[in-house]
């Protein structure tokens, strides 16, 4: 069965992380028919198998067999190792764990996130509408003018957005949420368009600089 590749560099097979004999044997120093070997006389001993089947291209582009192993059966493989050897897998399993939890948290900021940013749209929209009828003459110039405000404070290159980390992510969800609360108040106070943009910026800029005051 081929594996799923993920950007963590951790497999997936059937539905559990697992780890190729390839990362194993590159981890350790050893040959990997040896680590190929080790497994399958596991297998041999416990009378059932315990790795998934995969392959791995080499430099020449010649495709060559790999097994796949997860973390308990990856653990049980290194058991006869070295204390040094078993400590570098058991790292790289926390490394690579913490890696997919990143991920997942930063995929469930950035769903949250959309959803933040399609009711903050909604507001820009009606604050594009009253800058109209103000006077304004490129009032459309807001959606892009707010979104790069938001960005800027944060610190947040032009089109990065979808590079960022969960704890970024939520960073730009709350600005946002800041935006979408209160164009409606500045604009029920009839201030005049430009005074609402200002005013929403200093908001932004405000309430980032007391988050940093209380984190140092």
């Given at each position: 069965?081929?594996?799923?590749?993920?950007?963590?560099?951790?497999?997936?097979?059937?539905?559990?992380?697992?780890?190729?004999?390839?990362?194993?044997?590159?981890?350790?120093?050893?040959?990997?028919?040896?680590?190929?070997?080790?497994?399958?006389?596991?297998?041999?001993?416990?009378?059932?198998?315990i790795s998934g089947q995969s392959s791995y291209k080499t430099e020449q582009n010649k495709e060559l067999p790999m097994l796949l192993l997860d973390k308990e059966n990856s653990l049980l493989l290194v058991s006869g190792y070295s204390v040094v050897l078993r400590q570098k897998i058991i790292k790289r399993w926390?490394?690579?764990?913490?890696?997919?939890?990143?991920?997942?948290?930063?995929?469930?900021?950035?769903?949250?996130?959309?959803?933040?940013?399609?009711?903050?749209?909604?507001?820009?929209?009606?604050?594009?509408?009253?800058?109209?009828?103000?006077?304004?003459?490129?009032?459309?110039?807001?959606?892009?003018?707010?979104?790069?405000?938001?960005?800027?404070?944060?610190?947040?290159?032009?089109?990065?957005?979808?590079?960022?980390?969960?704890?970024?992510?939520?960073?730009?969800?709350?600005?946002?949420?800041?935006?979408?609360?209160?164009?409606?108040?500045?604009?029920?106070?009839?201030?005049?368009?430009?005074?609402?943009?200002?005013?929403?910026?200093?908001?932004?800029?405000?309430?980032?600089?007391?988050?940093?005051?209380?984190?140092?």
């Amino acid at each position: 069965m081929q594996n799923k590749q993920i950007k963590t560099n951790l497999s997936i097979l059937n539905n559990q992380q697992v780890m190729s004999s390839k990362e194993i044997a590159e981890l350790t120093g050893k040959e990997h028919n040896h680590i190929m070997r080790d497994i399958r006389k596991i297998e041999e001993e416990l009378g059932a198998s315990i790795s998934g089947q995969s392959s791995y291209k080499t430099e020449q582009n010649k495709e060559l067999p790999m097994l796949l192993l997860d973390k308990e059966n990856s653990l049980l493989l290194v058991s006869g190792y070295s204390v040094v050897l078993r400590q570098k897998i058991i790292k790289r399993w926390q490394e690579l764990e913490n890696q997919v939890k990143q991920e997942q948290d930063r995929l469930t900021a950035r769903h949250q996130g959309k959803i933040t940013r399609r009711l903050e749209t909604n507001e820009i929209k009606s604050f594009v509408e009253y800058a109209k009828n103000q006077g304004s003459k490129s009032p459309d110039k807001y959606y892009i003018h707010i979104t790069n405000m938001t960005n800027t404070i944060l610190g947040i290159a032009s089109g990065e957005r979808d590079k960022l980390t969960g704890h970024q992510l939520r960073q730009v969800d709350m600005l946002e949420s800041v935006v979408r609360a209160t164009l409606p108040h500045l604009m029920e106070a009839n201030i005049p368009y430009k005074d609402v943009f200002q005013s929403l910026k200093h908001k932004c800029k405000d309430i980032i600089d007391i988050i940093q005051v209380k984190l140092n």
